[in-house]
């Protein structure tokens, strides 16, 4: 079964860095656009970023563009996202994304999120 698995989260100063993987396995990854989306507390879960299945297409929140960068390795069925220039707003759970359509309509699969703490 699909299966997603988020690393390298983690406690920074505002202003550093932090890359975060995600693992996938049990879908042929080369051929899904991937997402990494965020969620603070009491807030909706947003989309950070979108990378298209051979990575010709990327786009961006407005919130984090300039700072984030989506890229992947279908040879690893691993996507990543690295960022840069921290700011506490950027903190939440981090949630790695495939989706496919269904007759049912959009199924969508979660990794289980990695944790992101910047502090001021």
């Known amino acids: 079964q699909v299966q997603l698995v988020e690393s390298g989260g983690g406690l920074v100063q505002s202003g550093g860095s932090l890359k975060l993987s995600c693992a996938a396995s049990g879908f042929m990854f080369s051929i899904y656009a991937m997402s990494w989306y965020r969620q603070a507390p009491g807030k909706e879960r947003e989309l950070v970023a979108t990378?298209?299945?051979?990575?010709?297409?990327?786009n961006y929140a407005d919130s984090v563009k300039g700072r984030f960068t989506i890229s992947r390795d279908n040879g690893k069925n691993t996507v990543y996202l690295q960022m840069n220039s921290l700011v506490p707003e950027d903190t939440a759970m981090y949630y790695c994304?495939?989706?496919?359509?269904?007759?049912?309509?959009?199924?969508?699969?979660w990794g289980q999120g990695t944790q992101v703490t910047v502090s001021s």
């Open positions: 994304n495939t989706w496919t359509m269904r007759s049912t309509g959009r199924l969508d699969y």
């Open positions: 990378i298209t299945s051979a990575g010709a297409k990327i």
